[in-house]
């Protein structure tokens, strides 16, 4: 169900009788602290018209600041296309302003500007208990600065690279922003939503790390964003390729699931239509998702599968059923991306250790600011069933071509049917 946002007038009215103490704490927050914060413009150079809006804030007395980096992707890898401009909540525009360093799996970036009597905000050492009170600033749609109050959650479950989750309404514009305790120390940084005020934060340890870096006067931030990437690869061949995949028992098929409990893994019936045959989809992922576009954040993996049976079709009607299940590529699955190439495919019959047979379909793209590094897509299916079968799927982002291999060898070799 949608809510409007817009309310009725009489409503409004009703509603601004009476301010609530949090309300009046909000503004307590924004009048004491917003000071710190600015709006970050990348700029379009020819036209010096914003192209990407987001949001940072001051960390130390000699113009220091703190955003996304996905904010700045476009001006690190195209910077005679794009510059940057910060603007303060007084309108005041700062040109002076500079890309010190990046943390691409961590979504952070560090700023160096010629600011008039900058203000810092203090990095807080420690983790706010779950509830907590937190204050999230920023500009949102490129309107003047705002105040969101909400609540403090703690760490995502299922994060490899680590996030807070804030419950509160973070919007397009407030990336970059500091979320921050009543009395201004900084936990998180304000880095993406999924809605429905569920937002998260990268945590402020995460930034101490970063600024405790030692900067270059003349950076190489692509080779930066690469080292990052990199250390991810590292963290997951660690987590699940020298592990090894686990296996789940799915309606006969025993099937591969990332290792261990960082992986958030989910079931669900196949919404049919009709009673002609049955249908689990069974999907495993992370709470961590990679800015390889700017625009567009990447799950760093993703395996799912669906698993079909049915006692009433005939043979050709359930082959057609389950063909199309493998051809069909849905909305989100693969889509086009201005920093990296199509798609290309190879398709084939493979058998595993276990004499299955399969259908599979291995689809790369390079990304050529970042070689080295590819997103995967890849779909299997068993073949030789007339009436059960599984069609999984697999994806990786940002993975070097080892990993992606090593994927797709463990996916076949961890699939088999329960005895």
Not at 11 to 32: C, E, K, N
Not at 247 to 271: M, N, Q, W, Y
Not at 369 to 390: E, H, K, N
């Amino acid at each position: 169900m949608r809510v409007s946002a817009c309310l009725p007038w009489a409503l409004v009215i009703l509603l601004g009788v009476a301010p609530t103490p949090g309300r009046a704490q909000s503004a307590t927050v924004f009048d004491r602290f917003s000071k710190s914060v600015y709006k970050v413009e990348i700029l379009e150079r020819r036209s010096s018209t914003p192209s990407i809006v987001g949001t940072a804030f001051v960390v130390d007395s000699a113009g220091t600041l703190l955003t996304n980096y996905h904010v700045v992707k476009g001006l690190v890898f195209k910077p005679d296309d794009y510059r940057i401009r910060l603007v303060g909540n007084d309108g005041a525009a700062v040109d002076s302003v500079h890309v010190v360093r990046v943390d691409a799996a961590h979504d952070l970036a560090v700023l160096s500007a010629r600011l008039r009597d900058p203000v810092p905000l203090r990095l807080d050492h420690g983790v706010p208990e779950v509830g907590t009170s937190v204050f999230s600033l920023g500009f949102p749609l490129n309107l003047t600065g705002t105040v969101v109050q909400g609540s403090f959650n703690g760490l995502m479950p299922h994060s490899l690279e680590g996030t807070f989750h804030f419950t509160g309404s973070l919007n397009p514009g407030m990336s970059g922003g500091p979320t921050l305790l009543a009395d201004g120390r900084v936990v998180g940084v304000n880095v993406a939503t999924s809605g429905n005020q569920l937002s998260y934060l990268v945590p402020a340890a995460r930034a101490r790390e970063l600024l405790a870096q030692p900067r270059d006067s003349n950076p190489d931030l692509v080779a930066d964003v690469r080292s990052s990437l990199e250390a991810v690869q590292d963290r997951v061949r660690q987590m699940v390729f020298r592990k090894g995949m686990e296996e789940t028992d799915i309606a006969g098929f025993r099937l591969p699931k990332p290792p261990g409990d960082s992986f958030d893994c989910s079931a669900s019936p196949v919404d049919t239509g009709d009673l002609d045959y049955d249908g689990v989809i069974y999907r495993c992922g992370l709470d961590d998702w990679l800015w390889l576009d700017p625009d567009d954040a990447s799950p760093i993996l993703v395996v799912e599968h669906v698993v079909m049976s049915s006692h009433k079709l005939t043979r050709l009607r359930f082959a057609t059923l389950y063909s199309e299940w493998f051809s069909t590529v849905f909305d989100g699955e693969i889509s086009n991306s201005d920093w990296a190439t199509k798609y290309r495919c190879e398709a084939g019959n493979v058998r595993n250790g276990h004499g299955l047979k399969f259908r599979l379909v291995q689809c790369w793209r390079r990304r050529p600011d970042l070689p080295g590094l590819y997103d995967l897509f890849v779909r299997t299916a068993i073949l030789g069933g007339s009436d059960a079968g599984v069609v999984s799927t697999y994806r990786m982002n940002g993975t070097t071509r080892e990993n992606g291999l090593a994927l797709i060898r463990q996916a076949l070799e961890h699939t088999g049917k329960v005895r």
